[in-house]
């Protein structure tokens, strides 16, 4: 199996070129690979009703900032209704859920209704171990999420 060096941008422990001293081809793909997913987001406009579908990690960096970037045009725009679609992450750290907070805050301050549906397990743990999940408006799916407003 082929070798190659450690990336240089990788810090180790040790400080000393990586965990290892070669990772294998393979190992160096799935490294970066793992680390690139960067959030996407995909807007759908149904009626009243936009919803946003998160794709990736919703992470320290671009991601929260896009989407509360994204939340701000919808509003401005006139969207009241607005459904973010979380089946697709992979990932939250403190700032992602910080900016999931702020964005249900912010909606209900201006008077748009923000619901999350599609949680997955592990996000969903990390919900209610932190207490989120009594602020945010979580639905299991986006059919119930929209009937939550008949």
């Keep these: 199996m082929k070798t190659i060096p450690p990336d240089p941008r990788r810090k180790s422990p040790a400080g000393k070129g990586g965990l290892r001293e070669h990772y294998t081809a393979l190992g160096l793909l799935c490294y970066r690979k793992m680390n690139a997913t960067a959030l996407k987001l995909t807007t759908r406009i149904s009626d009243d009703v936009t919803a946003v579908d998160l794709s990736g990690r919703l992470t320290l960096g671009s991601g929260p900032a896009a989407l509360r970037g994204l939340l701000q045009e919808i509003t401005a725009g006139g969207g ?71």
């Design 80 to 150: 009241r209704k607005i459904v973010l679609n979380l089946k697709d992450v992979s990932f939250i750290d403190s700032s992602g859920l910080g900016e999931l907070v702020s964005s249900h805050v912010n909606a209900k301050h201006n008077g748009v209704s923000l619901k999350m549906v599609g949680v997955p397990k592990r996000v969903q743990e990390m919900f209610e171990l932190t207490g989120v999940y009594r602020i945010l408006d979580i639905h299991d799916n986006e059919p119930d999420a929209i009937r939550s407003w008949a």
